[in-house]
């Protein structure tokens, strides 16, 4: 089968998510725009799971799909896929919640225009002081471990009114796109 990393790779070929079976015959019509050379609908339609079965991807369909990324054949596809180096440093920017001082205020904002203020007591635990276009409210508490910029804003649990509501994920789709220590 297909790895969901080539899967993304033809995705940003073809700059388009396939997210309908329509998709599949207009990436048809760019595969042999680009390779001189066809892949059927239906092989496609397979490969992104609109259709379902286990028939393995024909020699001749992966060797088109790698000439389509831009590789000679698909032995040379993987070849360069297994060279890719798979980790990296980089610069995180984040919260470190063990070092914060009680009271310290923390705000937080993601899409769309979704602002949180959150005070630190102590434990992980945080108090909403603000709270602009979010489903969380005012007092309630939350327990974080971790708030990490480009990340989503993952909520140990919630307790609102002495009763507690779970876990809670917030900027599932975009990340939280901004932090900041507002006083310590």
Known sequence: M???????QIEQKFNKEIRYPSDCEA?????LHV????????????IFGFITG????????????AQYLGYSNWDNYIE??????NSDFL???QIEIEKLPPNAVVEILYAPETKLVLNYRENFEFEIKHSINSKLQEKDLLKIFNIVKDYPLI???????????GSYKAAKIS????INILEQ
Do not use: F, H
């Open 27 to 31: 990436l048809a019509g760019d595969i």
């Open 91 to 93: 610069p995180i920017k």
């Open 80 to 85: 360069n896929q297994l060279n890719i180096d």
């Open 175 to 178: 990340g939280i796109t901004e």
């Open 155 to 165: 909520i140990n649990s919630v307790t609102r009114n002495n009763v507690n509501l």
């Open 54 to 65: 286990s028939k393995e991807p024909r020699l001749y369909t992966l060797d088109v799909i």
């Open 35 to 46: 390779t001189k050379q066809a892949i059927s609908t239906s092989t496609l339609k397979r």
């Open 2 to 8: 297909i790895s969901i990393v080539t899967i993304k």
